[in-house]
C-alpha cells in the first residue's frame, strides 16, 4: 500500500468516526452557541466595531479548536487503537492523515461559527469578503497544523483537557494575532496590498510548523 493510500485510509477512517458518533462537532457547535450567545447578551444596545468583533471571532474559534481538535490522538489512546495503527501503517501516513482530518474539521467548523456569529451579531459587515476567506482558511490551517501535533504529545498524559489549551496558547499566539490584525483589515475594507505581509506571515508559520510537526511526530509516535 502507497504512502498516499495510507494516508486517505487515515482520513477516511477519522472522518466516518466523526460521522458516525458525531462527537466533535456536536461538542463544537454547542460550545460556539453558547459562546455566541452569551457574547450577545453581553452585549445589548453595544456596537461591535471592528476590532473587537475581530477579537471575539478569533476567541471563539481558537476554544472551539480546543473543544474538538484535541480528540485527533487522545480518541486512539481512549479506545485502544493506537497500537492497531502502529502495526498496519506507517508514523508518515498517521500524520498527515490526522492533520487532513483536522484541517477539513477546522475549516468547516470556523465557517458554520462565523456564519451563527453574522447571523445573531447582525451588525457584522464584512467589506473585503477576499480577505476575510483567505484570512479564514489559512489560519484554519495554521490552527489544524499546530494542534495535530500537541494533541500526539498529550495523548497519553492523565490530565488531557488541561494540558492541551495550555499548550497551544503560546504556541498558537502569533497566528492568532495576525489573524485578528486581518481579520480587522478585512471588516475596515482594506487592499490586499495592505495585508500582504500578514498573509504571507501566515503562510511562514503553516509552512514552519507543519514540517516541525511532521519530525516531533516521528519521535512521539514510537515512544
Not at 164 to 169: A, E, M, N, V
Amino acid at each position: 500500500m502507497t504512502t498516499l493510500k495510507q494516508i486517505k485510509g487515515v482520513f477516511s477512517k477519522d472522518l466516518k468516526s466523526e460521522i458516525r458518533t458525531r462527537y466533535s462537532i456536536s461538542a463544537i457547535l454547542l460550545f460556539i452557541l453558547v459562546t455566541i450567545t452569551m457574547v450577545v447578551f453581553a452585549l445589548i444596545g453595544e456596537k461591535l466595531n471592528e476590532s473587537i468583533t475581530a477579537g471575539l471571532l478569533w476567541i471563539i474559534m481558537f476554544f472551539a479548536a480546543m473543544t474538538g481538535l484535541d480528540k485527533t490522538f487522545v480518541s486512539e489512546e481512549e479506545r485502544g487503537t493506537s497500537l492497531i495503527l502502529k502495526l498496519s501503517t506507517t508514523s508518515t501516513a498517521v500524520f498527515f492523515g490526522k492533520l487532513l482530518y483536522n484541517v477539513v474539521l477546522a475549516l468547516v467548523l470556523n465557517f458554520v461559527a462565523i456564519f451563527i456569529f453574522s447571523i445573531i451579531v447582525n451588525s457584522t459587515e464584512i467589506k473585503s469578503i477576499g480577505i476575510f476567506a483567505a484570512t479564514m482558511f489559512v489560519g484554519s490551517i495554521g490552527l489544524a497544523s499546530a494542534t495535530t501535533i500537541i494533541s500526539a504529545i498529550i495523548a497519553r498524559a492523565n490530565t488531557k483537557g488541561a494540558m492541551f489549551p495550555i499548550l497551544s496558547f503560546p504556541i498558537l499566539l502569533p497566528l492568532i494575532m495576525l489573524g485578528i490584525d486581518n481579520t480587522r483589515q478585512s471588516l475596515e475594507g482594506t487592499t490586499w496590498v495592505e495585508v500582504s505581509s500578514n498573509l504571507q506571515m501566515m503562510f511562514a508559520y503553516c509552512g514552519a510548523v507543519i514540517p516541525i510537526s511532521f519530525i516531533l511526530f516521528d519521535i512521539v509516535w514510537k515512544e
